[in-house]
C-alpha cells in the first residue's frame, strides 16, 4: 500500500495548526507545529521601549512597525494591521481579530514567522526564489528590484516559485524552506488578468495578490540551495562570480537581526557561513519585461552547472 502523503498546511517547514481562514500556505512538508489563533479580548502595548521601530512598505497607506521583547517570545505591534504575539515556548502566534485578511496574513507572513523560524536557528534574507531542477535559486535585490517580476516570469515557464519576498535560509545544511505560495504584482505590470498557473485572491490599488491554485502550491520542505543571484541593473544581461566580501555586505544589508549585540553576532556568523557555502553571482540585466524571458534562461543556467 502506497502510504498517504501529508499535505497539511505548512510554512517556513512549519506544520500550521489554525482555525482561521489562510489562504497562502502550502501542503505538506511541515515538521514543527505552530497553532495561529486569534487573540482573545483587548490587547494593550507594552509600558516599556521597544527593541526597534521601522516604516513598513507594500500597503496601500504609510504604516509602521514596533518590535518589543515580552516573557515568552515577542510582541509584533504594526500600524495599519495590529497586534502579533509570538510565543517562542508555547508554539503560538496570535493574531488580530478584526481588519483586513489580507493584510492581516501579509504582516503575520513577515515577522512573526521570520521570528519562528530565527528562533529554529535559521537566517532570513530579504529576497526572492525560485525551484530548478529540485534546487533552490535565491534572487536576492532591495525592494522595487525586479524580484517579483523576475519569480514571476520563472513562474510562468514551469519553475516553482518557492518565496517572493522573505527568504528562510538553513546556513548549516546550505537549504532554503520555501514560505508562502503568494506573489504581489504591481498594478502597472497587471495585464488585467492573473499569470498562467496563479489565481488573483485579491486586487488592492497598490498591489495585486497572486497564487498558485490549491493543490499546486508544493510543500515546504527544505531544498538545496543552488545558488544566490544578486540582481543588479545593467545594459546587458550577464552573469559574474560576486567577490566574498562584497557577497557578505550585500547579503548582510537584505538579512533581518535583532537590535543587540548577540543578534547582530549571530547574524554574521550565519551570513557569513552561508555567503561562503553556496555560488553567488552578480546578475545584470536591463530592467525590462521583454527580455524577462532571457534573464530566465542565464540564471536556470547558473543553477545546472
Known sequence: MTPAVDAAPSLFGFRIETDVPLRFLREGGGVETIRVA?????????????????????????????LYEVPGGYEYWTSDAGRFAVDLAQGRIEIPAEGDEILREQRLHGMPMLLAFA??????????????EGRAMILAAPS???KTTLALAFHERG??????DLVCCRPGTTEL??????????PDVYAGAPPKGMEAVAVRPDRVFLSPPVGERGPSSPLPIGGIC????????????????EVVKDIWHLGFRLPTAAGRSESFRQVTQLATAVPVWNVQRPMRLDLLGDTVALIAGLARR
Open 177 to 186: 524552506i520555501p514560505g508562502p505560495a503568494l506573489a504581489r504584482m504591481r
Open 144 to 146: 522595487m528590484f525586479g
Open 230 to 245: 544578486l540582481l543588479r541593473e545593467g545594459e546587458s544581461i550577464r552573469a559574474d562570480p560576486a567577490q566574498p566580501l
Open 159 to 164: 519553475y516553482r516559485l518557492l518565496t517572493e
Open 38 to 66: 486569534v487573540a482573545p479580548g483587548t490587547p494593550h502595548r507594552p509600558s516599556h521601549a521597544p527593541l526597534g521601530e521601522w516604516p513598513l512598505h507594500g500597503a496601500s497607506v504609510p504604516a509602521t512597525a514596533a
Open 119 to 132: 528562533n529554529r536557528g535559521d537566517v532570513s534574507l530579504h529576497a526572492a526564489a525560485v525551484e530548478v
